[in-house]
């Protein structure tokens, strides 16, 4: 099944060439869908208005529209320290966003391109033992050593095991994958600050980071995601994960902008490989750029 992307979706309103009060009301409505937010969406409409009263062309426009997303993204770049004897990456999200996944990429990338030696994971994930299997998994492939200690099992004795082990044996990084669904939001909440408060008491608070997994085709529920986690535990950066241009990937100009929540990477497919480190041009690019095709595979890998 073939979907519509937010830049030919764009590229086709302007292409009739004439710039009238039913253009800007429909770049409004395509804006809002794609989520970049109702505020962004009323200001980029204006400067479009105003550059019309001066008659600039398409480029113009398209070029216009680009900047001022740009303005509202917050990249940022995450690797350990090169004098820090142990860094912890606590990853967050729901359920269903790509989180495990995202954690055997976040592992091979450091130790593969960023040369980071003694990279470890932590099947934080006890709710579900699917989740705890699928990291022992993704570590069997990799060949990444993986701590675990099985469903239902307390997340945070899990992660501390992981950085105790991670020390005696001279490793610098820990993957930490976390359980995205809980009952209510209490237990939620509950959980990720006893984590939170075992991880402060093991190592130094400059190296530990909460990254969040958001899934880009969940629209404005990776928002409230983003959100409740936010004030949960405060988030340090975001990885847009499922990233392929569709409609909805506007998100993460919402939750930067909204939540001043700067990306660290995009997840582009399925592989382990595909994960990008984020900048605005990049995802911009991607976003409302110029693409060969117009139209994106629905059953494509994200």
């Not at 402060?200 to 085709?217: G, L």
Request: net charge negative; proline share 2%; charged share 25%.
């Amino acid at each position: 099944m073939k979907r519509i992307g937010l830049g030919a979706r764009i590229r086709s309103l302007f292409s009739g060439g004439k710039i009238d009060e039913a253009l800007i009301e429909n770049l409004e409505d395509i804006l809002i869908e794609a989520d970049v937010g109702s505020r962004l969406a009323a200001e980029i409409v204006a400067d479009v208005e105003a550059m019309a009263g001066r008659s600039a062309d398409r480029s113009e426009i398209l070029q216009a529209l680009t900047r001022r997303m740009s303005e509202s993204l917050h990249a940022i770049t995450l690797e350990p320290a090169p004098d820090a004897p142990l860094t912890l990456y606590l990853v967050l999200g729901v359920n269903g966003t790509g989180k495990t996944t995202s954690c055997a990429k976040l592992a091979r990338y450091y130790r593969d391109e960023c040369g980071v030696n003694g990279v470890v994971l932590a099947a934080g994930d006890t709710f579900r033992a699917a989740a705890v299997q699928q990291l022992v998994t993704h570590g069997e492939r990799l060949g990444i050593r993986v701590v675990q200690q099985g469903q239902n099992a307390d997340p945070a004795a899990v992660i501390f095991d992981a950085l105790e082990s991670a020390k005696s044996r001279g490793e610098r990084l820990v993957i930490a994958d976390t359980a995205g669904r809980m009952h209510t939001r209490t237990d939620l909440v509950g959980q990720l600050a006893k984590i939170d408060k075992v991880v402060r008491r093991q190592i130094d608070p400059a190296h530990y980071r909460k990254i969040m997994v958001i899934d880009s085709t969940t629209g404005q529920n990776g928002f409230q995601q983003a959100e409740l986690f936010h004030e949960a535990v405060g988030v340090d950066a975001a990885i847009l994960a499922k990233y392929d241009s569709t409609a909805k990937g506007g998100i993460a100009v919402q939750i930067s902008r909204s939540l001043g929540i700067p990306f660290a990477f995009l997840g582009t497919g399925e592989g382990y490989e595909h994960l990008l480190r984020f900048s605005a041009e990049t995802y911009l690019n991607r976003l409302i750029g110029d693409m060969e095709s117009s139209e994106i595979d629905d059953d494509a890998p994200a």
